[in-house]
C-alpha cells in the first residue's frame, strides 16, 4: 500500500498522487484511511497540497463498492464505524490549516468525484468527467453528497445524484464542483502558476483565507463580518506577515 500513494515535495509544496492507474486509482478503505493520515502529517511543513492521480483518470471511485459480502447486513453500528472511514477522509481535506488544490484528468467519479469537489481548489483538464453514479448500483449515496453541500449548487448536486449522468468539466465549472478548466496540454502549468501565487502570499494569510473560507459561508453575515473584522485584524497586524 506505501507505492498506492506518492508523495513528492517541492519546498514547502507538497504533491499527492494517487498511484493506482492500472486500476483507475480507486481507493480502497485502508487507503483512505491512510491517506487521511498523510494529510494531516503534510500539513504540518506545507503551505499548500497539490493532489492529483496518476495515470489517464483522477480516481474512479472506491475499490469494492457494490459486492456483496458473504456474512449477511451487517448491523447499522458497525456500519456507521466503517463508513467514518470516509466522513474521516473528507474531513482532513476540510479540517487541515492549508489549501488543498486538486488536478482533475480523465474521470472522477463517485469518491473520486467527492475528493475533487471537497478540496479547497479544483483545476480540470477540459477532457474531464465527474458523476456520483452510485444511485445507478443500488447505493443511496449521502456519504457522497456530504461532501458536496457547501461546495456545488443545491439543485447541481441533487441533479448528478438523482441522474447518475457524467458531466464534463465546463458543465462543473457552472456546478461549483470545480475552480479552472483549461486545455489538457496548459494544465501542469495552471497548476505553477498557481503555486507561484501561493508561494508569494505569506503562509499566515495562505492558512487565514483557508479558515475564513471553511468557517464563513455556511454563517449569517452578522457572524461572517464579526469573523472577517477579527481575523483581519490578527493577521495584518502579526509580525510573521513580514516573515
Sequence with gaps: MA????????????KVTLNMAEDG????????????????ELAADARAIIFT?????FCMGRSGMGR??????P?????????????????????????????VRGRALGFGCALAAVCDMTLAADDARFSLPEMGHGIMPTMAMSSLVDRLHRKAAVFM???????????????????????PGDLDAEVDKLIAALKKAPLPAVKAVKEFARNAFHNDIRTVNDFARNLHA??????????
Design 234 to 243: 490578527t493577521v495584518n497586524s502579526s509580525s510573521r506577515m513580514k516573515e
Design 161 to 183: 445524484t438523482y441522474s447518475t449522468e457524467e458531466i464534463d468539466a465546463h458543465t462543473a465549472l457552472a456546478y461549483g464542483l470545480v475552480s479552472k478548466v483549461t486545455a
Design 68 to 73: 456483496k459480502g458473504d456474512g449477511g447486513s
Design 3 to 14: 507505492d498506492d500513494v506518492l508523495i513528492e515535495h517541492d519546498g514547502d509544496i507538497a
Design 25 to 40: 486509482n480507486r481507493v480502497s478503505d485502508p487507503l483512505a484511511t491512510q491517506l487521511a493520515i498523510t494529510l494531516r
Design 53 to 57: 492521480g496518476a495515470g489517464d483518470d
Design 75 to 103: 448491523e447499522a453500528l458497525d456500519l456507521r464505524d466503517n463508513n467514518e472511514i470516509i466522513f474521516d477522509a473528507y474531513g482532513a481535506f476540510r479540517d487541515i490549516d492549508v489549501p488543498i488544490v486538486s488536478v
